[in-house]
T-cell receptor, first 110, second 114 residues
Framework: RKEVEQDPGPFNVPEGATVAFNCTYSNSASQSFFWYRQDCRKEPKLLMSVYSSGNEDGRFTAQLNRASQYISLLIRDSKLSDSATYLCVVNESGTYKYIFGTGTRLKVLA | GAGVSQTPSNKVTEKGKYVELRCDPISGHTALYWYRQSLGQGPEFLIYFQGTGAADDSGLPNDRFFAVRPEGSVSTLKIQRTERGDSAVYLC????????????FGPGTRLTVT
């Protein structure tokens, strides 16, 4: 089983739609969780950290479920500019190692 | 201010050759990471520096790969006896102090081994 698993997609959604991605992780001792965004042929950029209590940043909401070992990202009112690959990132507890998922590709259609 | 820069942006080399990839982190960032990204995959951790020392090199695939950061700023990833399987985009990231600080990525070096 991969350490961090994501559905690669693509998810094709119309503008204005709400879309959600999940990411599962295998190491129950993992402590830190993030969502990064990567545009085609560009470098990844931090979208948001994921806290135990969940967090929201505008149209984006991230949640953590430790019992089931997954994190989620919800995007409301999708924009064309949200089209990108969304990478789930998990930090191995007690290490400096950040494990990236393969990414979920989102395409928002006009 | 200036972000993370990497040189060269593209490198084509023949199988068996030696290559060096350079990373200039954001000024003042003590933490530096190297990743490798193949097509359709997420970045794969290679090595982490805190200052001049490699705090975690567990992601280096084998002893052909080596990285240094002699003055705690610029880092060089060195690959000996390159193989076609080494072809990938090599990404460098830096963060202020490490830990859960945001990692800022450079644009990457696309390495092609022919």
């Amino acid at each position: 089983r991969k350490e961090v698993e994501q559905d690669p997609g693509p998810f094709n959604v119309p503008e204005g739609a709400t879309v959600a991605f999940n990411c599962t992780y295998s190491n129950s001792a993992s402590q830190s969780f993030f969502w990064y965004r990567q545009d085609c042929r560009k470098e990844p950029k931090l979208l948001m950290s994921v806290y135990s209590s969940g967090n929201e940043d505008g149209r984006f909401t991230a949640q953590l479920n430790r019992a089931s070992q997954y994190i989620s990202l919800l995007i409301r009112d999708s924009k064309l500019s949200d089209s990108a690959t969304y990478l789930c990132v998990v930090n191995e507890s007690g290490t400096y190692k950040y494990i990236f998922g393969t990414g979920t590709r989102l395409k928002v259609l006009a | 201010g200036a972000g993370v820069s990497q040189t060269p942006s593209n490198k084509v080399t023949e199988k068996g050759k030696y290559v060096e990839l350079r990373c200039d982190p954001i000024s003042g960032h003590t933490a530096l990471y190297w990743y490798r990204q193949s097509l359709g995959q997420g970045p794969e951790f290679l090595i982490y520096f805190q200052g001049t020392g490699a705090a975690d090199d567990s992601g280096l695939p084998n002893d052909r790969f080596f990285a240094v950061r002699p003055e705690g700023s610029v880092s060089t990833l060195k690959i000996q006896r390159t193989e076609r399987g080494d072809s990938a985009v090599y990404l460098c990231a830096s963060s202020l102090t490490g830990g859960d600080d945001e990692q800022y990525f450079g644009p990457g070096t696309r390495l092609t081994v022919t």
